[in-house]
């Protein structure tokens, strides 16, 4: 029997190597100046951010090079660093799997292992932005307020430390410091994380840290530095064992930290960049004045459809968002819930074409490849519900419009946290208010009326107005009646 040869390792000198039938970079890597400095690289960043810069220096080559900063873990510079950066990005969908090897990932740097080489990094002349995705919990805010957490105890040692930060935040107004002492304009500071008005929140922590040291610093950062709001939007699963040797099976080489995505993707910034920016519109993405309308089309649309999908298909038997839409019953919901409901409370700027997004959502939720679960959106609903559904139910009230499918989605959730399915089976309920969602299903023992009374009692997901309006308490109270009689599959097609 042979005996297997392992694969070489991918690097800049096997590049050659892979079949042509994958994508590499055609740019030379050498010539290549840092000029983006991303706090957090991990696998969104490498799949999105990255991916759309390594699109444009095919096109466009520019000072743009990407040194990525891990603020925690050494894992994707012990995994990338012996590949001179170089890793593949796995596009799958239904038709397969489609590899390009991305090349603007130039350094790797730990932070805790070398504060003061991320700080001279972030303070050289070519770097003119510095990007983030810490996820909410690394801007040590309060994320009812959006303000800075100031006894948060990394927040305390990076002002005791400016020289050894530890958090992005501290990094940043550090670097900003030195950069100021010395003359050079400041970067533009780009939040890619997946929260509302990121670069709102992002200025506002960063003009109280910088104030907190000292307050003429703090009016500079607040009237230099730029922090343009952005949204993020690509599924990016974690990469699993079976992922890096299939992908390494067909490069021929071994890619030890590959990322596997769908073809969807989107990123809509904010046009705020004094010092320079790439020309990322030339690669797809979104370059506007004003964010937010993007933001509320996402949460309504992607979000709200989502929720939708997640507890009415699991309550149906679905496993993922996939097996749910390929039901004609539930796409056809989904579809009519976009168009004839959610979708008219949007206002979107002239250009934006919605029509365009809607059939690109269709086909990202039936994409089979990605086996994202109903269970897992279903998750946090107290949190999710406000946005997603009461806030367009709110508006749809407001123009004394119908809000059927609408209240179908709230219905579905209120009969999901009962508890037990329709095979009279445990729900692993996850959220916040588990507790009390487990106490209310309890007390009101599978009666729909009492369970709809009593679930509309939590102001802090209805709030005071939706409880006392009719118009919202009817549908709702109606359609979770059907769906305990009937059954969601049933109810479902009867409503699309």
């Known amino acids: 029997m042979p005996i297997a040869v392992p694969l070489k390792r991918l690097t800049a000198s096997s590049l050659s190597s892979p079949p042509t039938a994958v994508a590499k970079p055609a740019y030379d890597r050498e010539d290549l100046e840092i000029g983006i400095v991303h706090l957090g690289v991990g696998a969104f960043q490498r799949a999105h951010q990255a991916a759309y810069t390594d699109a444009l220096l095919e096109k466009q080559f520019g000072p743009w090079g990407i040194a990525g900063v891990s603020l925690r873990s050494p894992d994707t510079r012990d995994a990338l660093e012996p590949q001179d950066g170089l890793y593949t990005v796995a596009v799958r969908d239904a038709e397969g799997e489609r590899l390009r090897v991305i090349g603007c990932l130039l350094e790797l740097l730990v932070a805790h292992e070398g504060p003061e080489a991320v700080l001279e990094r972030m303070c050289r002349p070519s770097v003119r932005i510095v ?39 501290g990094f940043l107004v550090e670097a900003l410091a030195r950069r100021r002492a010395a003359g050079l304009a400041p970067f533009t500071v780009l939040s890619c994380d997946n929260l509302p008005s990121n670069g709102d929140t992002v200025a506002r922590i960063l003009r109280r840290f910088a104030e907190l040291r000292d307050a003429g610093f703090g009016a500079w950062v607040a009237e230099a530095v730029a922090c343009p709001n952005s949204m993020v939007d690509r599924i990016v699963p974690a990469t699993t064992e079976a992922d890096r040797a299939r992908v390494s099976q067909t490069l021929g080489v071994q890619d030890a ?27 797809g993405v979104e370059l506007v004045a004003d964010v937010h309308p993007y933001e509320t089309m996402k949460l309504r649309l992607l979000n709200g459809s989502h929720s939708t999908i997640a507890y009415l298909g699991y309550l149906a038997g679905y496993e993922t968002v996939s097996d749910t839409m390929a039901d004609p019953a539930f796409a056809t919901l989904v579809r009519n819930l976009m168009d004839n409901e959610t979708g008219p409370t949007l206002h979107m700027p002239p250009g934006a074409d919605m029509a365009q997004y809607k059939d690109a959502l269709i086909a990202r939720f039936r994409n089979p490849a990605l086996r994202h679960r109903t269970w897992q959106i279903a998750m946090d609903g107290t949190q999710k519900l406000p946005q997603r559904l009461l806030n367009p139910i709110r508006d749809r009230l407001a123009a004394e419009q119908p809000i059927d499918r609408l209240a179908l989605a709230v219905a579905a959730w209120m009969r999901y946290v009962a508890g037990i399915d329709e095979k009279a089976q445990p729900i692993d309920v996850r959220d916040p208010l588990a507790p009390r969602l487990a106490e209310i299903a309890a007390s009101t023992a599978g009666d729909p009326d009492r369970l709809a009374e009593a679930l509309f009692g939590l102001t802090a997901v209805f709030g005071e107005d939706l409880p006392r309006d ?16 009937e059954g969601a599959r049933a109810v479902v097609a009867a409503t699309a």
């Open 131 to 169: 990007t983030l995705t810490v996820t909410e919990k690394g801007y040590c805010h309060d994320p009812a307020t959006g303000a800075l957490n100031e006894d948060h105890p990394d927040i305390r040692h990076d002002l005791e430390n400016p020289g050894r930060p530890r958090t992005a935040i």
């Open 470 to 485: 009719p118009r919202f308490t009817g549908p709702v109270a109606a359609a979770l009646k059907r769906l305990f009689a």
């Open 257 to 283: 930290w590959p990322v596997v995505t769908e073809p969807f993707t989107q990123w809509v910034v904010e046009d705020r960049f004094p010092a320079g920016r790439p020309a990322w519109e030339t690669v």
